[in-house]
């Protein structure tokens, strides 16, 4: 899939990722003027607080530039998928955000702070849930074992002098004019990204081995088939192999986690063992390492079927991650004409049309749907959301009605019920959806979806300051840092603020401020606030 993004943003998003190098150099570097010791411990270089200072702010800017998937029940399958298997590692205290992008390429990253990316393209190219668990269980392993903060160690030696040949060749590309100006920007950059790829690649092959080994383990832990991560190896050298002739791109996933005939038979002998034995780990099954416990005992894991929404999820995924509502449906049409469509498929055309404004298509699909699956959450919420939009508003909120009842506190029920409501834009609307978002405030300090729906529902419930508070959090938490103080320093001005409010505001204010002035020391400005 082609990225809508402008070249200004490719130039934007170098220059930001330069910033962010310089910054972590800064913070990696001791306090003389030398490499650390060649001894010294990778725990050392940032602590835990600047490592998730780090995460957020790639996540930031990935959001401001459209790369994240935004959708709440897409995100409610990651995090559950995530959270088990995060639970199931060798470092279950360790914090994990989990997010989805929508580009189609199969890949997958892990960063600082436990911040683990995975593209749409990887869940489509899977054929099971445990297949996606296991290229996640493996990322999340880089993180407990401290491959990517050993990593940043790695990048203060050589990845400014990477990104600084990487911009020299965007201004050479740009120079070039021309209508092949903007294709020679992009090759540029996956050049230079290509060379820092295999760098890398070669850096840490061992970690990929050790990533392997512990990943395996994860999996197993968290109930999953402990061979799933073989499967989808044999996946991408399948997809590999089809590109020699021709029928797809090389999988991004392929330029850092290189698939041998070696490394697969090495993960069906590791998934062999790991389903053998009484201290094995299985499927169903978790085998506890505690020494206070008689050995060999395995304890049957709570939940050895997955998710339950993985064929859902996945369909979900493909609507979403396509050019257009008007292309997923054709996708599915092309499907539709190699056999008859599943249930699950049948799902995801009537999210299709429902998005393409097709309500009533939508409906009849959905209400079909639901008479085989009575109870489930994602065919409700849809068919709830259908009804709203086909102008069927009172059955439409008895049924999400039902479901807030049920799941106050469910973010997938809350965002979707009052983005529901936020559509019909009136008084009664705007102070409902208030209401059925306050239990979720709480949590969703750096929730962008959230604050921008709550701030929505400010500004029709006539609350002016609320919602100016949650628009700019929700700008701050986009990537757009300097928006959010303009906005801040606009907001507090006005005469209706109160003491509560103004101390509110003064705080952020003070907590968004040294994150600009770097910005700004860097030479990145908020290309919007240029404009003016």
Avoid at 442 to 469: C, L, N
Wanted: glycine content about 8%.
């Amino acid at each position: 899939m082609q990225h809508r993004h402008q070249e200004p943003h490719l130039r934007r998003i170098v220059l930001l990722t330069t910033a962010l190098t310089f910054a972590l150099a800064s913070v990696c570097a001791p306090a003389q003027d030398s490499l650390p010791d060649i001894g010294s411990s990778a725990g050392e270089l940032l602590t835990p607080g600047q490592q998730e200072e780090y995460g957020a702010m790639l996540l930031a800017q990935l959001r401001h530039y459209d790369y994240i998937l935004e959708d709440p029940l897409i995100d409610s399958w990651l995090d559950a998928l995530g959270s088990r298997l995060g639970a199931s590692s060798d470092r279950p205290t360790q914090p994990f955000t989990f997010f989805m992008l929508r580009e189609r390429q199969i890949n997958a990253f892990a960063t600082l702070g436990g911040y683990i990316g995975v593209n749409a393209g990887l869940v489509l190219a899977a054929d099971r849930e445990d297949e996606v668990a296991g290229v996640m269980a493996h990322e999340i392993s880089h993180v407990t074992q401290q491959h990517v903060l050993r990593g940043a160690e790695r990048a203060q030696k050589d990845q400014l002098p990477l990104l600084l040949g990487m911009l020299g060749a965007i201004v050479a590309a740009q120079a070039a004019g021309g209508s092949s100006s903007g294709e020679a920007t992009q090759a540029a950059i996956m050049s230079a990204m290509g060379l820092a790829q295999q760098r890398q690649i070669n850096y840490t092959r061992s970690n990929e081995h050790e990533a392997d080994r512990i990943g395996m383990q994860t999996l197993a832990r968290a109930g999953y088939d402990a061979g799933a991560m073989a499967d989808f190896f044999l996946v991408m050298q399948a997809r590999s192999r089809a590109n020699a002739a021709g029928a797809y791109d090389i999988p991004d996933y392929l330029m850092t986690h290189p698939v041998t005939t070696t490394r697969i038979s090495e993960a069906k002998e590791r998934a062999e063992r790991l389903g053998a034995g009484g201290r094995s780990f299985r499927a169903g099954s978790i085998a506890t390492d505690n020494p206070l416990l008689p050995n060999g005992l395995t304890i049957q894991a709570s939940d050895a079927q997955g998710t339950g929404h993985f064929d859902l999820a996945r369909e979900r995924l493909r609507v979403f991650s396509a050019e257009s509502p008007t292309a997923a449906i054709r996708e599915y049409e092309q499907i539709a004409a190699r056999g008859q469509l599943d249930e699950a498929q049948r799902y995801g055309l009537a999210i299709a049309r429902l998005r393409a404004g097709q309500t009533s298509a939508s409906v009849k699909l959905l209400q079909a749907l639901l008479n085989d699956r009575p109870t489930d959450l994602w065919i409700n919420l849809g068919l709830a959301e259908a009804e709203s939009r086909s102008g069927r508003k009172a059955t439409a909120d008895t049924r999400f009605e039902a479901l807030v009842q049920r799941l106050p506190r469910n973010r997938a029920v809350v965002l979707t019920y009052a983005s529901a409501l936020l559509e019909r834009d009136d008084l009664e609307s705007g102070k409902r959806a208030q209401a059925v978002l306050r239990p979720l405030a709480g949590q969703s300090g750096s929730d962008p979806e959230f604050q921008r729906s709550f701030a929505r529902a400010s500004e029709i419930a006539g609350e002016p300051i609320r919602a100016g508070e949650a628009y700019a959090e929700a700008a701050f938490l986009s990537g757009r840092a300097e928006q959010a103080l303009v906005q801040l320093n606009v907001l507090k001005k006005r005469p209706e603020v109160d003491y509560y409010a103004r101390a509110r505001i003064e705080a952020r204010i003070a907590r968004i401020t040294p994150t600009v002035l770097e910005l700004h020391r860097q030479g990145i400005r908020d290309e919007v606030l240029e404009r003016r």
